[in-house]
């Protein structure tokens, strides 16, 4: 990957002094420093051999129950005599903040971005927010054509000279950039071109909303495809601004939020929330997808998550994580990391080591009715439906209670296949 790096440590290895590099890793190092000054100026130390990016990552507040000690200054002094000073995600966010004087971004709970320039904090978000902006990969003047369709088709827009990656340039040397875009207009499919526009646009509007916790920049600070899109999409900078401005109002009224939850085309509706499968979240309505990225925003959206799960009451969101959701007719929940947007306070619970975990129903409910999986998982519990395995639905949310229906009503699981449970011995 050509990539050069360097480590260092005060303790281990102290001989050659550490230099400036585009990225710096502090990683899991503020959470074993014991002296609040000698924290915060390793922290500045770290931000003052940044060119690009700081990476801090440290411990936080849900691991106390594995850390075992006694509470020492701001930390616990473990049975092993060492330090830990775990941090809550905002809390840590906040550390690193005051100590770079730049804003950050959460990119996971407990690991923060600290950009050295805003247009590249910008860009990162941009690239968070509107992936279907990614470009694929030419092998010849052809593919390299049929890229730009491609590009055209998703974006909604023909793409400018200025963001074209510079690998297109020699394989499309041979067109001028009228015929080129000729050739792109007569060959993408008009239909894709409206959806793609209408997909930029929201996610314009989306990025703009997110912008302003911030504190929004002037245009010319954008990044390029933002800045694009806006000359495409909108009459003005000012007006993007403007509708991004009332896409966050609408956040605060709990009947448009609840109004968008039930149209939604994805997720399953409960009393309290609605529930989305992580590949179906972009296509939710742009207030609860906005509704989603506050809340990332705030405390960091884990890296390793399955459902999303909003609630149209207050402002809370959660991410759950059933690792083998696509693999098990009914997979456990591992883990639930939330955050409370009216109180900024995140909840992380583990179900780990739980005897009786909770599991899921209905599968095909969280996910986009065209997704390839949706109907074996329909079939599932069509079939559990008619065996009368939903008769009692307050005992199936966990392991033992499901355990218990699947032999009142004599079945088991076979992959997503349900059978009637084979009893006795096989004949000879």
């Known amino acids: 990957m050509n990539y050069s790096v360097a480590a260092w440590d005060p303790f281990y290895h102290p001989e050659d002094p550490p230099g400036t590099a585009d990225v710096v890793l502090l990683t899991y190092v503020l959470n ?37 000690g006694e509470q020492f200054s701001d930390g616990v002094l473990t049975r092993r005599r060492t330090f830990q000073r775990l941090f ?24 923060i971005y600290a950009f050295r320039s805003n247009e590249t904090r910008l860009t990162y978000l941009a690239r968070k927010i509107i992936p279907h902006a990614n470009w694929l990969t030419p092998e010849d003047p052809g593919t390299a054509v049929a890229a ?27 067109l001028r950039t009228t015929e080129l875009q000729r050739i792109v207009k007569m060959s993408a499919d008009p239909e894709k071109v409206h959806e793609g526009a209408k997909r930029s646009t929201l996610s314009t509007l989306l990025f703009l909303a997110v ?19 806006i000359r495409a999409f909108f009459s003005t900078y000012k007006e993007a601004c403007r509708r991004a401005d009332r896409l966050l109002l609408k956040l605060r009224d709990d009947s448009y939020v609840h109004g968008a939850m039930r149209a939604s085309s994805v997720g399953k509706l409960t009393p309290t929330a609605l529930y989305v499968h992580r590949r179906a979240v972009e296509r939710m309505p742009i207030i609860l997808r906005l509704y989603e990225h506050c809340a990332s925003i705030a405390a960091g959206r884990p890296t390793s998550w399955t459902i999303l799960k909003l609630r149209h009451e207050g402002r809370a969101a959660s991410w759950l994580d059933y690792p083998h959701f696509d693999t098990d007719p009914h997979p456990r929940l591992r883990s639930s990391y939330g ?58 949310g966990n392991e033992e209670g499901w355990t218990s229906e699947l032999q009142r ?13 084979r009893t006795g011995l096989d004949p000879l």
Do not use: M
Request: one cysteine or more; a neutral charge.
């Open 32 to 68: 074993v420093i014991e002296n609040p000054e000698e924290r915060r100026k390793s922290l500045q130390d770290a931000w003052a051999l940044t060119r690009t990016v700081l990476v801090v990552s440290s411990r936080l507040t849900w691991e106390r129950a594995k850390v075992q």
């Open 148 to 174: 730009v369709v491609d590009y055209a088709e998703r974006s909604g827009r023909l793409p400018k000279l200025e963001e074209i990656p510079s690998e297109f340039v020699g394989l499309l040397a041979h």
């Open 88 to 111: 809550s995600p905002a809390e840590l966010r906040s550390y690193v903040e005051d100590a770079t004087g730049v804003r950050c971004v959460s990119a996971a709970p407990g690991i």
């Open 211 to 229: 912008e302003l916790f911030d504190g929004r920049g002037p245009y010319s600070s954008l990044p390029l495809p933002i800045q694009l899109n």
């Open 409 to 421: 009503c004599d079945r088991e699981l076979q992959g997503h296949r349900l059978v009637r449970r």
């Open 339 to 396: 955050v409370d947007l009216t109180t900024l306070k995140e909840s992380f619970t583990s179900y780990e080591d739980a005897l009786n975990r909770p599991l899921l129903h209905r599968k095909h409910e969280f996910l986009a009715a065209d997704d390839p999986d949706a109907p074996k998982y329909r079939r599932l519990t069509q079939a559990e439906v008619r065996a009368g395995l939903y008769a009692n639905p307050h005992v199936i």
